[in-house]
């Protein structure tokens, strides 16, 4: 079984203004993002299931985000929802439980609030352990500020506040900073997830094998981050690292089927 952590997907309509809206240099979208789309790159692919992350840059639009990923669960999709700090933490999990969605995404870089943000914070002390979170960590293509959003010391942060949250970091833990990302992040009780576009190939493979090993692979999640990427391509990578049959087993799909608490 392969899950894929990290996939986007956006109505047909606004998909095409979705993925060109925030360009970031040096990337270029591998898929159209929409749900057709995915669907014929995980048959390609061999990905049995896709998380969907769904994102609201503005509060206003949570409830709304949220209906759209209730909507693509299926066997194959699993639905990640959102939240923002601009609204009360109890109209964040109203508006989770009234769409049936038991994950978020955060993505600082669009979202544009820190993940140290102690109304974050408030929203991540009300999951408990019952929603499941995985956060962009790392650079991208904003400016200076924009990027200092997140980062390896405030993942590393709310792994020590909330010990009992099912937390991942997505890109290693730091996207384009994957040295500080190593040395605060690697070993550390805090699952990681495997995307790195435009593609995994562009690191060294002894480096992330050498990663995996240290982090052990029970705590790392492959994700492609489609439509960036082509999701064939980075799970050639996963399998070409040399890992154990059973380590690639764990970072493919059984890592997150524990963390989704899915019944395989």
Request: negative net charge; charged residues 20%; aromatic residues 6%.
């Amino acid at each position: 079984m392969i899950i894929d952590a990290h996939t986007h997907v956006w109505p047909d309509a606004i998909a095409e203004k979705a993925l060109t809206a925030n360009p970031v240099p040096g990337l270029e979208a591998r898929g159209d993002g929409t749900v057709r789309g995915l669907d014929a790159s995980m048959e390609l692919s061999g990905v049995t299931m896709s998380c969907c992350l769904g994102i609201a840059n503005e509060a206003r639009h949570v409830d709304r985000v949220n209906g759209f990923v209730e909507g693509l669960v299926s066997p194959s999709r699993f639905g990640f929802g959102t939240v923002h700090v601009d609204l009360p933490v109890e109209e964040n999990l109203a508006s989770l439980a009234r769409h049936g969605i038991t994950a978020v995404k955060l993505h600082p870089l669009f979202q544009r609030f820190a993940l140290d943000d102690r109304r974050l914070w408030d929203i991540l002390d009300a999951f408990g352990s019952e929603i499941a979170v995985i956060t962009h960590v790392g650079a991208g293509g904003g400016d200076a500020f924009t990027n200092s959003l997140s980062s390896p010391a405030m993942i590393a942060a709310i792994a020590r506040q909330f010990p009992n949250l099912r937390l991942m970091a997505c890109h290693f833990g730091g996207y384009k900073i994957l040295d500080d990302a190593e040395e605060m992040l690697a070993g550390a009780d805090i699952v990681l997830e495997t995307s790195w576009p435009p593609s995994l190939t562009t690191l060294r493979p002894e480096r992330v094998r050498a990663l995996i090993k240290k982090h052990g692979a029970e705590r790392i999640v492959f994700g492609s981050d489609w439509p960036m990427t082509d999701p064939a391509t980075e799970i050639a990578a996963i399998q070409g690292l040399g890992l154990t049959d059973d380590e690639t087993k764990l970072v493919l799909g059984s890592t997150m089927a524990r963390m989704l608490r899915l019944d395989v």
